[in-house]
Nanobody
Framework: QVQLVESGGGLVQAGGSLRLSCAVS????????LGWFRQAQGKEREFVAA????????YYADSVKGRFTISRDNAKNLVFLQMTSLKPEDTAVYYC?????????????????WGQGTQVTVSS
């Protein structure tokens, strides 16, 4: 069973930055594509960013493009989400997810394992 543990969330002012981390417990980390999703209170979970297994391809939601960067460290089983120029509308619980496939996906139903989430709150 693959376990994912997010960290790095918190409270930040608008315009600030945060870096989320996700530790993935598996012996086959390099065979998993990874993604970040978020869910604001009262809203459905939405795609934020994804990266393929080798780390050579990324994709972003339009709402975060140019502000967020997803990356992975295949030697340490870690995936990151660097968030800059944060806005109050970025406030949500952020989830890390792993997909047993080399190719990334923007669809939550294509991910096999999920973390518990980390809260990000952006104050205006």
């Amino acid at each position: 069973q693959v376990q994912l543990v997010e960290s790095g969330g918190g409270l930040v002012q608008a315009g600030g930055s945060l870096r989320l981390s996700c530790a993935v417990s598996t012996n086959s980390f390099t065979t998993y594509a990874l993604g970040w999703f978020r869910q604001a209170q009262g809203k459905e979970r939405e795609f934020v960013a994804a990266i393929n297994a080798p780390g050579s391809s990324t994709y972003y939601a339009d709402s975060v493009k140019g502000r967020f960067t997803i990356s992975r460290d295949n030697a340490k089983n870690l995936v990151f989400l660097q968030m800059t120029s944060l806005k109050p509308e970025d406030t949500a619980v952020y989830y890390c997810a792993a997909r047993r496939d080399l190719f990334l996906s923007i669809w939550s139903y294509e991910y096999d394992f999920w973390g518990q989430g980390t809260q990000v709150t952006v104050s205006s």
